[in-house]
C-alpha cells in the first residue's frame, strides 16, 4: 500500500467506553428521530390542508428500518469529512437528523413534500440541509459513493491541499432492494478495478421491498459478490438482547428456529406480536429443553420486543461494528432489520406505502411523553435533561467542521483553445481530440484540471492524444507492457497516479456516475475538476437515468459524444443515433452544441469549460462527427463567436425579399452548402444559409425571450411569406420548430427511421437529407 493512502493520522475511533456513555443519549435521539420522521410524514398527510385530491405521501415503515442505523451514524459514526447517500425514502430521517443538529428549520418539516420544502427524497439542489448525495432512482445513490471515492482519491495523488487532509468515507445507507438494480453490480466491479478505497455500504436488510418481501437467500449473494470484489463483509444480524437470549438454556434452539425461519414468515409474525410469536415459537420448538422457559420468561410486549431485537436495531451492536473496521478497505455491512421498526406497521408485507392512521400517531405520541402541540418540540418527552442533550448535539464529531460542508472553489482560467490547422478535411471528432491534445502540451492551470474518461472508447473517440501527454490514472503505477516489449503502438498505455484520463470498462452508466462524482468535486472537496467523458452518441440511452442523475444533481461535466447519426455509415444501424439532439434539447442542466466546423467547436469548448464553472451555468453535450469536411477559410470575428455560442449564425445572410433561407446542423453542412450554392449561386442571398451549432441554447433563449431572443433576431430579415429547410443528422423535430420563431413555413428533413450499412452518399440519399433532397425540398415547399 502506498504511504500516500493512509492518512495523516488515524481517526479517531471509538473505545468501548465512549460507546457506553453516548448509548443513553443516542438511545433518546434515536426514538427522537423515529418520531419525527413518522410525525413529518403524518403532517404532510393528515394535517396539512390539500388542495388537490392527489395522495402526499412518503414512507414511514422505510424510515422507521433505518432510524436506529442513521441514529448511530449522524450521531457517532460520521466525521466531517464523511458523505452519505441516503437510501431515497429515508428522506424524513435524513432530515429529521439535521433538524435536531440545527441544520433543518421546522418550517421545511412541516413542508415536507410541498412546495419549498424538505423534498421526498434527499436532494442537492433542491433541500437546503447539506444533503452530500441526492437520491430518488434506486440503486445509483450507493453506486455514487463508489465513484465520489474514486474522485477522492485522483484528488489525493494530484492536489497537495486534499492529500494534507484526512480522507472522508463515502457512505451509502442502502436499501436491500437497491440490490436488484444491475448498475450497481457495474459499479463494485469498476471499484474493484481502481482499488477503491473508503467506502461503506450499509444495507438495510429489511428483506422487504416495495411490493412485498425478498428472496431468502439474497444476504449469501450480497456476502459473495461484496468479497469478490475486494470488499470486507460485517454482517449485523442480532441485537444484545437476542445474543443474551441465546447464552440462557434453550437460547441455541431459539436462534437456531430464527435461522431457518423464511424472511415472509418472520415478517408476518412481527406484524402479530408478541402472542403470536408465542404461539408459534411454542408450537414449533417449545417442547425442546429450556425453550418453554425462555419464552415464559417475557411477557408479551417483551417477546415481541426480543424477536424484533434484530442488529440494525440495536444501538450498541451498530456502533461496535462500526468501529470494529479500522482500515480503509471498502466495507458492506448487512444490518439486520424490520421494516416500520417500532411502528404499528412492522412486518406487513405491504407496509412500503402504508401511512399510519391518526389514532395510531396519536397512541405512539402518548408512548413517547409527547403532549398534544408539542410534536415539533425537539426535546418534548425526551427523559433526559435538555442541556445534556444539547451539549451532546453540539459535540457530535459530524457537526465539527465549522467550513460549510457545501465546499466552493476558486475559478481557474479558460485559455483560448485552439490546434494547429492542417490544410484539408477536418471532422469535428478530429478536432476535439487535436484541441484536447495541444491544451495537453500547455502549461494552462486548467490542462491540470481536466480529468477524462471513457468506458473503453477512449482511441475510437479521439482521446489518444490527449492520453499519450496526460497518462491514465491509476493509484500504482502500472507498465506499458507493450512498450517495454517494443511493440510499436501510437498509444502510451501506462498508468500511474499523475495520469489524467480514467479508464474504465464498457460500462455507459458507470461514465455517468463518474462524471457525477468528479463533476460535483468542487463542492464536495473543495477542487475544481474538469471531468470529460467521451462515448459514442447511440450508448447515452444505456446511461439516461445516470446522466439525468448527474444533472439533476448540478455537477459539472463535459460530455463529448461520437461518432453521431448517419454519417457513421458503414458501421451501420446499430450505431448511428436519431434521437440524442431531440435528448440534448430536453435534458435540464446540460447544454447541447453541434457544431459542423472545427473553429466553432473551439470556441465552444472555450465557453463549455467556462459554462462548468459558471453559476448559473451546467454541464455540456458535444455532439460531433466522423465525417470530414472542408473547412471555412475564416477568422472568426467577435460577433460570429458570440453567435455560435447563443446557437447559430448566418454564413450567408439573406437579402431583404429572399425566398427563404436552409438552416443546417452539423456534419450536414456540406449538404445545405451545395444545395444553397444551387438555389442562389455561389455566395448569393437570394436564399439564406443558416448554421445552427446548439438547437438547444437557441430553443432555450427564444422560448424565453421570443421575438427578442436570438433567433428572433435572425429570423426578423426574412420575410413572413419566406420559407425555411431545415436539416440535421438526427431527428427532425430538432430543428422543425425554428419556423415558429417569426411564423415561417417549414419543410423539416432529418432522420426518423433506422440506418443501415452505407456510404454517405447512399445513406444522405436513402434518408432524404443530401444537396438534392434539401434543393427539391425547398423548391417544393
Ligand atoms: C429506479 C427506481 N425504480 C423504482 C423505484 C420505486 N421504488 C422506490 S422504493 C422501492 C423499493 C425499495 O425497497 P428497499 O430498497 O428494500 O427499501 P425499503 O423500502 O425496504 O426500505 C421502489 C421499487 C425507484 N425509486 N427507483
Ligand atoms: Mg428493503
Not at 28 to 35: C, N, Q, R, S, Y
Not at 197 to 209: A, E, F, K, L, T
Request: hydrophobic share 40%; aromatic share 8%; charged share 20%.
Amino acid at each position: 500500500m502506498s504511504p500516500l493512502d493512509q492518512p495523516a493520522a488515524a481517526p479517531a475511533r471509538p473505545d468501548q467506553s465512549a460507546i457506553a456513555d453516548a448509548l443513553p443519549i443516542l438511545a433518546t435521539l434515536e426514538k427522537k428521530v423515529l418520531w419525527l420522521s413518522t410525525w413529518m410524514i403524518h403532517h404532510a398527510n393528515f394535517v396539512r390542508p390539500r388542495r388537490d385530491g392527489l395522495k402526499v405521501g412518503g414512507h414511514q415503515a422505510s424510515s422507521a428500518s433505518v432510524a436506529t442505523l442513521m441514529t448511530a451514524l449522524y450521531f457517532h459514526a460520521l466525521r466531517p469529512q464523511d458523505r452519505v447517500a441516503v437510501k431515497p425514502h429515508a428522506s424524513p430521517v435524513f432530515h429529521a437528523i439535521q433538524y435536531l443538529l440545527g441544520n433543518q428549520t421546522r418550517e421545511k418539516l412541516e413542508k415536507f413534500r410541498a412546495f419549498g420544502g424538505a423534498q421526498s427524497y434527499p436532494s442537492r439542489t433542491k433541500d437546503s440541509d447539506d444533503v452530500d448525495f441526492t437520491t430518488g432512482s434506486v440503486g445509483l445513490g450507493p453506486a455514487m459513493t463508489v465513484f465520489a471515492s474514486l474522485a477522492q482519491d485522483y484528488l489525493r495523488r494530484h492536489v497537495p491541499a486534499i492529500r494534507a487532509e484526512q480522507p472522508g468515507r463515502m457512505i451509502a445507507v442502502v436499501g436491500d432492494a437497491e440490490m436488484d438494480e444491475g448498475n450497481v453490480y457495474e459499479a463494485l466491479l469498476e471499484g474493484w478495478k481502481h482499488d477503491l478505497r473508503n467506502c461503506w455500504w450499509i444495507i438495510d436488510y429489511n428483506r422487504q421491498s416495495l411490493d412485498g418481501v425478498i428472496a431468502d437467500r439474497l444476504f449469501r449473494w450480497i456476502d459473495r459478490t461484496f468479497r469478490g470484489t475486494g470488499w470486507s463483509v460485517v454482517t449485523i444480524k442480532y441485537g444484545k438482547k437476542l445474543m443474551a437470549a441465546f447464552q440462557r438454556p434453550g437460547g441455541k434452539r431459539l436462534k437456531k428456529w430464527i435461522n431457518d425461519c423464511p424472511n415472509e414468515l418472520y415478517s408476518a409474525l412481527t406484524f402479530q406480536g408478541g402472542a403470536v410469536w408465542r404461539k408459534r415459537l411454542t408450537a414449533d420448538i417449545g417442547a425442546e429443553p429450556g425453550v418453554a422457559e425462555l419464552l415464559a420468561s417475557y411477557d408479551d410486549a417483551g417477546l415481541a420486543e426480543l424477536m424484533a431485537n434484530l442488529g440494525g436495531h440495536c444501538l450498541e451492536t451498530i456502533l461496535e461494528a462500526f468501529a470494529s473496521v479500522a482500515d480503509d478497505k471498502p466495507t458492506c455491512f448487512i444490518a439486520y432489520t424490520i421494516k416500520g421498526y417500532g411502528l404499528p406497521l412492522a412486518g406487513h408485507k405491504d407496509n412500503h406505502a402504508g401511512i399510519m392512521n391518526p389514532g395510531q400517531v396519536t397512541a405512539f405520541r402518548d408512548s413517547l411523553g409527547i403532549k398534544e402541540g408539542e410534536e415539533w418540540q425537539p426535546f418534548a418527552g425526551i427523559g433526559l435533561a435538555a442541556a445534556d442533550v444539547q451539549r451532546f448535539l453540539k459535540a457530535v464529531p459530524f457537526a465539527a467542521d465549522a467550513r460549510p460542508r457545501r465546499r466552493a472553489a476558486a475559478p481557474v482560467e479558460v485559455p483560448a483553445l485552439t490546434f494547429t490547422a492542417r490544410n484539408g478535411a477536418v471532422s469535428t471528432q478530429e478536432a476535439f481530440g487535436r484541441i484536447l491534445f495541444e491544451l495537453a502540451g500547455t502549461k494552462a492551470a486548467l490542462a491540470d484540471r481536466v480529468v477524462t474518461a471513457s468506458p473503453d472508447v477512449t482511441q475510437s473517440t479521439n482521446l489518444g492524444g490527449w492520453v499519450n501527454r496526460r497518462g491514465i490514472f491509476a493509484r500504482d503505477t502500472r507498465r506499458d507492457t507493450f512498450r517495454d516489449q517494443r511493440v510499436a503502438s501510437a498509444q502510451k498505455w501506462a498508468a500511474d497516479d499523475r495520469g489524467q484520463h480514467v479508464e474504465l470498462g464498457i460500462a455507459e452508466n458507470n461514465l455517468f456516475l463518474m462524471l457525477a462524482a468528479f463533476g460535483l468535486s468542487h463542492e464536495l472537496f473543495g477542487e475544481r475538476l474538469f471531468p470529460v467523458g467521451t462515448l459514442y452518441d447511440p450508448f447515452i440511452a444505456r446511461g439516461l437515468d445516470a446522466l439525468n442523475y448527474a444533472c439533476y444533481q448540478d455537477a459539472r461535466f463535459m460530455m463529448v459524444a461520437t461518432p453521431s447519426g448517419l454519417s457513421l455509415a458503414p458501421e451501420g444501424g446499430a450505431h448511428q443515433s436519431i434521437g440524442t439532439p431531440l435528448l440534448g434539447i430536453g435534458q435540464a442542466g446540460l447544454a447541447y452544441f453541434e457544431p459542423a466546423f472545427a473553429d466553432e467547436l473551439a470556441e465552444i469548448m472555450r465557453f463549455g469549460f467556462n459554462h462548468l464553472q459558471a453559476e448559473n451555468g451546467g454541464s455540456v453535450y458535444l455532439r460531433l462527427s466522423t465525417l470530414p469536411l472542408a473547412q471555412p477559410k475564416r477568422t472568426l470575428d467577435a460577433d460570429t463567436r458570440r453567435d455560435i455560442l447563443a446557437g447559430a449564425y448566418w454564413r450567408i445572410r439573406p437579402a431583404p425579399g429572399a425566398a427563404g433561407a436552409i438552416v443546417y446542423c452539423g456534419a450536414l453542412a456540406h449538404e445545405a452548402e451545395t444545395a444553397h450554392r444551387r438555389l442562389a449561386g455561389d455566395g448569393g442571398d437570394a436564399v439564406g444559409l443558416l448554421a445552427v451549432t446548439s438547437p438547444d441554447r437557441l430553443y432555450e433563449d427564444w422560448r424565453e425571450n421570443g421575438g427578442g431572443s436570438h433567433l428572433g433576431r435572425l429570423m426578423s430579415g426574412l420575410d413572413r411569406d419566406a420559407r425555411l429547410v431545415t436539416v440535421c443528422d438526427g431527428h427532425p423535430m430538432t430543428l422543425s420548430w425554428i419556423g415558429a420563431a417569426d411564423g415561417h413555413s417549414v419543410r423539416p428533413l432529418g432522420v426518423d427511421r433506422f440506418g443501415q450499412c452505407g456510404d454517405v452518399a447512399d445513406l444522405y440519399r436513402a434518408y432524404g437529407i443530401d444537396a438534392d433532397a434539401i434543393e427539391r425540398a425547398f423548391r417544393n415547399t
